[in-house]
């Protein structure tokens, strides 16, 4: 079993739509992570985040720690953010320092 | 200012030879990562580095796959021999402090380097 789940696996959207990607994680965290690839393989860090919630732009990342469940949110959807969204949870304790992640979600938004 | 700094961004081998990867830290990032990622697996932590010393080596798969980091400025990722099922996307990443601690202190990953072993 992975210590961490994402869902769903892929997500196709029309322009303009509303995103949600969720992840489930099974371990003792001190933060999780939302990192998006896009196409060309780059990985870039989007929000690390231990409670609550944070905002970007139009994207949203909440966290709920006695459910172990974080959501990601695209609002107003467009084609330049189709690519795959990768959840990761840094690991407490004894763990501190590994990275956890999810299988990732790819996301293509049609315009 | 530069980012993570990773090369060869492409590699093409032979079966059995020797693999070396490279990686350049953000400057005064004192933890350096290495990941392989591949469609079986998705990302995995490879080994992390702090200071320069070796914390966390326990997802190097095996013998085969050793990292260094001779200074705070350079590491290299070898495998030898290789073999076909190495072939995967191997990303370097640096941050400040070690992931989940200090406020707003994300890794910031390397382009990748494309390793196919035929």
């Known amino acids: 079993k992975n210590e961490v789940e994402q869902s769903p696996q892929n997500l196709t959207a029309q322009e303009g739509e509303f995103i949600t990607i969720n992840c489930s994680y099974s371990?003792?965290?001190?933060?999780l992570h939302w990192l998006q690839q896009h196409p060309g393989g780059g990985i870039v860090s989007l929000f690390m985040?231990?409670?609550g919630k944070k905002k970007h732009g139009r994207l949203i990342a909440t966290i709920n720690i006695q459910e172990k469940h974080s959501s990601l949110h695209i609002t107003a959807s467009h084609p330049r953010d189709s690519a795959v969204y990768i959840c990761?949870?840094?690991?407490?304790?004894?763990?501190?320092?590994?990275?956890?992640f999810g299988r990732g979600t790819q996301l293509t938004v049609w315009p | 200012d530069a980012g993570v700094i990773q090369s060869p961004r492409h590699e093409v081998t032979e079966m059995g030879q020797e693999v070396t990867l490279r990686c350049k830290p953000i400057?005064?990032?004192?933890?350096l990562f290495w990941y392989r990622q591949t469609m079986m697996r998705g990302l995995e932590l490879l080994i992390y580095?702090?200071?320069?010393?070796?914390?966390?080596d326990s997802g190097m798969p095996e013998d085969r796959f050793s990292a260094k980091m001779p200074n705070a400025s350079f590491s290299t990722l070898k495998i030898q021999p290789s073999e076909p099922r190495d072939s995967a996307v191997y990303f370097c990443?640096?941050?400040?402090?070690?992931?989940?601690?200090?406020?707003?202190?994300?890794?910031?990953f390397g382009d990748g380097t494309r390793l196919s072993i035929l």
């Open positions: 990443a640096s941050s400040l402090t070690p992931p989940g601690t200090g406020i707003n202190q994300p890794q910031h």
């Open positions: 371990v003792g965290i001190s933060a």
């Open positions: 985040l231990s409670s």
């Open positions: 990761a949870v840094s690991g407490g304790g004894s763990t501190l320092g590994r990275l956890y």
């Open positions: 400057s005064g990032h004192d933890y």
């Open positions: 580095f702090n200071n320069n010393v070796p914390i966390d």
